[in-house]
């Protein structure tokens, strides 16, 4: 497969694209209670080595919060055959992590190549490193789209690319099975192995705000899926 890059930079990488298993997950009631709490809160606990940079941002207005599981991609600027590969991975609850290399001249894909995994519903939504088209397919879906920008050029499709393997969003290393949570703040990763040690602190200090905030909080409409 890593002979199809040829054709656009006429050198013939030695490097095979690299398809990981399908990663280890957390419960989904563990996924839940780290939903309930918001990205400035998660953040001050997973820190900054964590939290993605503010570049990574809802791609359109009254985007929902979103919260999942990593599911990752590495492909080349522009180009989204592995991310049409990588939804044969997607289970339900998990998030599509692109690693676009912060390219956002063409788009990393659209709404369209998602079909087998958004009707039905299983995928949570994306955080793409680059950029992402099909704006208005997401707002009527409702379906999380963070990114750094949208843009309505499609790109080649040649590959190769690499599916669940640690990628780079925002400045963070997200490693396949990682939690996500983003909101209109920003977003965070929260590595799989010590999810359970940051809900325990979150909601801790989570006892401290109003019922009427945790009523907020535990009625998010994208929790549902989970």
């Known amino acids: 497969m890593a002979h199809l890059d040829v054709t ?6 030695v490097l095979e694209p690299v398809h990981g298993p399908r990663p280890e997950r957390c419960a989904p009631d563990l996924v839940r209670r780290l939903g309930r709490h918001t990205v400035a809160d998660l953040s001050d606990l997973v820190g900054r080595l964590h939290t993605m940079t503010s570049e990574i941002r809802p791609l359109y207005e009254g985007c929902p919060r979103l919260v999942g599981t ?15 590969e990588a939804v044969d991975h997607i289970e339900d609850g998990d998030v599509l992590v692109v690693d676009a290399q ?34 208005d397919d997401f707002r009527r879906a409702a379906l999380p789209l963070y990114g750094i920008a949208p843009s309505p050029a499609t790109g080649p499709k040649l590959g190769p690319g690499d599916i669940n393997v640690p990628a780079s969003c925002g400045n963070v290393v997200v490693h396949p099975g990682d939690v996500i949570v983003a909101d209109a703040e920003g977003a965070v990763v929260i590595p799989r192995a010590q999810a359970g040690a940051v809900a325990r602190h979150a909601d801790a200090r989570g006892a401290g705000l109003t019922a009427a905030d945790r009523l907020e909080i535990s009625t998010l409409p994208q929790l549902t899926h989970l």
């Open 70 to 84: 990593a599911v990752t991609v590495r492909t080349p600027r522009g180009d989204n055959r592995a991310v049409r």
């Open 8 to 13: 656009l930079t006429g050198k013939l990488p």
């Open 102 to 135: 912060g390219f956002t001249g063409w788009c990393s894909g659209g709404y369209g190549m998602l079909h087998p995994v958004t009707s039905p519903r299983t995928l949570a939504g994306l955080v793409v490193n680059g950029a992402y088209r099909d704006i």
